[in-house]
């Protein structure tokens, strides 16, 4: 795993760096398999200067056979149009959120159920184990299929406008703007708060404009689009752990020469490693930076929040669903939920 320590600084200065360095490594000859991978993050976020890195080792290591081009920042349309643009192979690969995914393959939401996991150990123990196979294979039985292990969007935390959320009472009535994704509207629900979907490309001038008080991402989400300007505080809830499945299209990844399958797996497994290790180190800094912005940092007691779910039907609707082989995989990490 890389050991390079990430700034602020030091992401820009990455993403600013891709273009170049793309064209300066792009081989004479034309590529045999001419790729494009679509992410809708900011050029800045780890998940974006770790794909590329991949796809320059990628592309040197297959001697320029394989050519796969980055296209960060929704630049080639929203999540649920680059969606359905992989379902389709009109786009080879796609970086998406498990909670996203779950309008397509319910099961991807597994990982995303309210509170299950209280640190990472929890969550990679699930995510490389028993849980992270059993929803790869739910995803296999479409048209898309997961190309390396998961990637990390991080715990997801409130950020306000208005009140802070301290407790679950806080959250009633409080107009929070969540992904299109089942899991996450049905837990703000379940809290009793005023919780509307709308697409991330959206979600800033619905800030502004005061449409929402509140949002909730991880850390790296808030800093990397400057959500902090226009919210007030952020409730370290640590709700939800979200990830992100790298995807492929199956007939475009089949299409590829068994050797150099393996070889986009594998490193694209090696940036998952680094961007795990990222998305933790920059979890520190940038609650440092986001202070330095004029976001204020509430610590909040997790332990009312999962007993105020568990008095709700939110666990047992959930386990109902996904059945209880499922849910068996999801406790096996999570411990009791229903």
């Known amino acids: 795993m890389s050991t390079v320590k ?11 760096s891709v273009p170049l360095v793309a064209i300066l ?3 004479a000859h034309a590529a045999e398999f001419e790729y494009k991978l679509a992410t809708g993050q900011d050029p800045t976020h780890p998940v974006n200067i770790r794909a590329q890195e ?20 929704n630049q080639l349309g929203s999540d649920t149009d680059l969606l359905s643009q992989v379902r389709n192979g009109s786009v080879e690969f796609f970086n998406l ?19 299950a996991f209280k640190d990472y150990q929890a969550v990679w123990t699930a995510m490389d184990g028993g849980l992270g196979d059993y929803v790869r294979e739910q995803i296999a039985k479409t048209p898309i299929q997961t190309v390396s292990k998961a990637w990390d969007n991080g715990f997801r935390h409130i950020t306000s406008s208005t009140r802070e959320i301290r407790t679950p009472d806080d959250l009633k009535g409080f107009k929070i703007r969540v992904p299109p994704a089942p ?12 919780a509307a979907p709308l697409n991330f490309n959206e979600l800033y001038s619905a800030l502004q404009t005061k449409i ?24 370290l ?18 299409r590829l020469p068994e050797n150099l399958r393996a070889l ?11 961007q795990r290790a990222d998305i933790v180190r920059l979890s520190d800094t940038l609650r440092q930076d986001l202070t330095a912005k004029g976001i204020k940092f509430v610590e909040v007691d997790r332990g009312p929040f999962r007993d105020a779910l568990s008095r709700t039907t939110f666990y047992k609707d959930w386990k109902a669903k996904f059945g209880d082989a499922a849910w068996g995989h999801l406790e096996a990490a999570s411990g009791k939920l229903a």
């Open 6 to 16: 990430l700034s602020r600084r030091t992401l820009l200065a990455g993403a600013a």
């Open 25 to 27: 490594r792009r081989p």
């Open 54 to 73: 991949a796809l320059n080792r990628i592309r040197e290591a297959s001697g320029g056979r394989l050519d796969i081009k980055l296209f960060p920042a």
């Open 97 to 115: 959120s498990t909670s996203i995914l779950a309008t397509f393959v319910a099961a991807a939401s597994l990982p995303n159920t309210g509170f």
């Open 183 to 194: 899991m996450l509207t049905s837990l703000f629900k379940a809290l009793d708060a005023g």
């Open 212 to 235: 929402f008080e509140g949002q909730e991402n991880p850390l790296a989400i808030t800093a990397t689009t400057r959500l902090y300007e226009v919210q007030k505080s952020c409730s």
């Open 237 to 254: 809830t640590g709700h939800v752990w979200d990830g992100y499945w790298m995807l492929g299209n199956k007939r475009a990844f089949q």
């Open 264 to 274: 986009v797996t594998r490193e694209l497994d090696r940036s998952a490693d680094d």
